[in-house]
């Protein structure tokens, strides 16, 4: 059984940072790992995916220049290190991962992952 546990996640003012955090136990090979995001009332977006040996990276346009994604495969771990926060990048942050993929890409598409984790919510105040 594959589980994904978060942390990481607060209150942080308009223009901080804070470092959500993500670790899988059960199967953790070949795998690639994405954030996605929910605001309240809106569907759940994708914000970030990072491939299997963390080689390729991707990001929501929104995101872009100032989130990074990351990986650490020894400790199984997945980062989403996010700067310059903004009052829309509010939400509460799942972290989620596609088992048995062996290919080296990302995945975009929260229908493209098969576990996910139970979220960590990020406010960010203006």
């Known amino acids: 059984q594959v589980q994904l546990v978060e942390s990481g996640g607060g209150l942080v003012q308009a223009g901080g940072s804070l470092r959500v955090s993500c670790v899988v136990s059960?199967?953790?090979?070949?795998?690639?790992m994405g954030w996605f995001r929910q605001a309240p009332g809106k569907e759940r977006d994708f914000v970030a995916s990072i491939s299997r040996s963390g080689g390729n990276t991707a990001y929501a346009d929104s995101v872009k220049g100032r989130f990074t994604i990351s990986r650490d495969n020894v400790k199984n771990t997945v980062h989403l290190q996010m700067n310059s926060l903004k009052p829309e990048d509010t939400a509460v942050y799942y972290c989620a991962t596609l088992q048995g993929y062996i290919g080296d890409r990302v995945k975009t598409g929260a229908k493209d992952y098969d576990y996910w984790g139970q979220g960590t919510q990020v406010t960010v105040s203006s």
């Open positions: 059960g199967r953790t090979d070949d795998n690639v």
